[in-house]
């Protein structure tokens, strides 16, 4: 039994891949209207029984996704909180997380990179209007609901999915280096729409290198260093990409474009990507 949409219970099977405190499950939902049976495959996120106390961030977790709807945006049917386990229904979004995504296809177009990033900023666009943050933008939380396929026209869709439970343990924030906003790693840590900036720059970056985990295996020394020296990921061939990720990681959270800027400069890069992709078909000037 869940709350909100009167639910009446859900089945789960496989495990399809774990969050940092979580287990993801496909399961069914079963909903009885007028007296008739509707199922619908959706996506069930269980709190690790070992994390039971982190109960009260889960629910917030999806609470705030519930309470707001946008395309871009994760559907969050409701929780379930029957007995000892706590479990977030979500839609089912068909190709899963971002970066298992990338790193599996390995060749997704430059063009669809580029139609993901703007989806992924007008979301986030979506939230800063509303003064919310996030607090865990990166691939793996960017589910791929379509994909995109330049020879039959079609351009992917992305669902930004819940931010999991916002996590305030120091070496769980070490951990997320460099997803998370140098801010967050002072005395006190600052939580702000501009961490979210921050962490959309690391998201580009993983988007245009295929889905590769930035600082691959640097231990914590190595990753708090990073910060330390005001170090940035390595930059792409793509210059006008490369200048954007470094605005968007700036260590000063104020100097950080804002996300209509940023959409902006996404439209100039798929302009420009389509001018070059189609310079060949361009009539001698
Ligand atoms: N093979 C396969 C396959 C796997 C998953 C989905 N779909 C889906 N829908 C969601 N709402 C959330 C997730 N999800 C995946 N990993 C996490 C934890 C990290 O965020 C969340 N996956 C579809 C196909």
Redesign the pocket.
């Known amino acids: 039994q869940t709350q909100g949409s009167g639910m009446l219970c859900v089945f789960q099977d496989e495990c399809?891949?774990?969050?940092s405190f979580?287990r993801?499950f496909?399961g069914t939902k079963v909903d009885i209207r007028e007296g008739e049976e509707h199922r619908t495959q959706?996506?069930l996120?269980v709190l690790d029984a070992n994390h039971k106390d982190y109960w009260e961030a889960f629910f917030e977790a999806s609470s705030m996704m519930s309470q707001i709807s946008h395309k871009h945006l994760?559907l969050v049917y409701g929780v379930s909180v029957h007995g000892a386990k706590n479990i977030m229904v979500?839609?089912?979004?068909?190709?899963?997380?971002l970066d298992?995504y990338l790193k599996r296809k390995g060749s997704v177009s430059v063009s669809c990179k580029l139609d993901i990033a703007k989806q992924l900023a007008l979301a986030l666009n979506f939230l800063d209007e509303k003064n919310i943050v996030h607090g865990n933008i990166c691939a793996?939380?960017v589910?791929l609901a379509r994909e995109g396929d330049p020879s039959q026209e079609t351009s992917p869709f992305i669902?930004l999915?819940?931010p999991?439970i916002k996590v305030s343990l120091l070496d769980l924030i070490l951990d997320r280096i460099p997803w998370v906003g140098p801010e967050l790693l002072q005395d006190p840590p600052i939580l702000s729409l501009d961490s979210d900036k921050w962490s959309f720059g690391a998201t580009l970056w993983e988007i245009f290198n295929n889905g590769e985990t930035p600082l691959k295996d640097w231990d914590l020394e190595m990753k708090r260093r990073f910060y330390g020296t005001y170090q940035q990921l390595e930059p792409s061939q793509w210059t006008e990409l490369a200048d954007m990720i470094t605005q968007c990681m700036d260590y000063q959270p104020a100097s950080r474009p804002s996300c209509r800027v940023v959409i902006r400069q996404l439209n100039n890069l798929i302009t420009s990507d389509y001018e070059v992709l189609h310079a060949s078909e361009a009539p001698e000037r």
């Open positions: 399809l891949g774990q969050g979580t993801v496909k959706v996506l996120k994760l979500q839609e089912l979004v068909k190709y899963g997380a298992l793996k939380n589910l669902k999915s819940d999991g």
